[in-house]
């Protein structure tokens, strides 16, 4: 019994875990969801890496992939998950409120987002034809765009959802076949780091309920085992009913 509340103790530390995503995004469609996360008003941040070869639309112009970030407004993500909008018009949802700093463009050229140092700031890495090794992409491809060790550092007024979707409206095909490594977290103490706001909690208190559950289970059994050196331990009778 006690070994299995020790697993179930185990079990909850691992459910509570961060949120790190690793994958391929594959799809036909122009906009694809990502992931979400609620961010404390302090100290969030999203850190990624990202690895996928540019197509050419037409054969002339190059095409690049977008991350886009949208928090949890009417205006925002609300308005742009699951409606008929079409990928220029989810986008549009930000840059007709002033919102570019939610887009950034994958792109080598970027420096909006490959220059800033401002932690609270987007901030990108960028490189270009990256040698890779762990992708299905060819080693020194030069249409190879690599993203390494970026991040995004989030300041909100209160604890706030945030979205994240990748986009590539100006491909026929869809979102660029693309590999990525995404960890979300909040501020770095061991009990935070690595929970959304809306999870904050949670583990400490199945924590203390496990413990309290394993002493229950110990003290049950040495009572039961003083009632039974002095017999006065009844044990339960059975009864076969007849049909």
């Known amino acids: 019994m006690i070994g ?12 509570a875990e961060s949120k790190i995503l690793t994958g391929t995004v594959d799809t036909f469609e ?6 979400r996360f609620c961010f404390r008003p302090h100290n969030g941040k999203a850190s990624f890496n990202f690895t996928y070869r540019r197509e050419n639309v037409d054969g002339v112009l190059p095409t690049y992939n977008s991350l886009v970030m949208y928090y949890d407004g009417r205006k925002q993500w609300d308005a742009a998950y699951k409606t008929q909008l079409t990928c220029h018009d989810k986008i549009s ?8 700093d939610q887009i950034a463009e994958l792109r080598e050229t970027e420096e909006k987002y490959c ?12 490189s270009s034809n990256f040698e890779n090794k762990k ?11 690599t993203f390494h060790n970026g991040y995004i550092g989030f300041q909100n007024s209160r604890a706030r959802w945030w979205y994240f979707a990748i986009s590539n409206c100006d491909n026929p095909n869809g979102v660029t076949r693309m590999a990525y490594s995404v960890e ?22 199945d924590i203390v309920f496990v413990i ?12 039961a085992r003083i009632l039974a050196n002095r017999q006065l331990y009844t044990r339960p009778l059975r009864f076969s009913w007849p049909l």
């Open 135 to 145: 992708t299905v992409y060819a080693i020194g491809d030069p249409n190879i765009v």
């Open 4 to 15: 299995f509340q020790c697993f179930v103790l185990v079990l909850v530390i691992v459910c």
């Open 115 to 126: 220059s800033q140092e401002d932690n609270t700031a987007p901030l990108i890495n960028c």
């Open 212 to 223: 309290l559950f394993i002493y229950l289970v110990i003290a049950s059994s040495k009572v």
């Open 184 to 205: 979300l977290t909040n501020g770095n103490t061991f009990w935070t780091r690595h929970v959304s706001a809306d999870e904050i909690g949670i583990l400490e208190t």
């Open 93 to 100: 949802l930000l840059t007709d409120q002033n919102n570019n």
């Open 30 to 35: 122009n906009f694809h969801f990502l992931a």
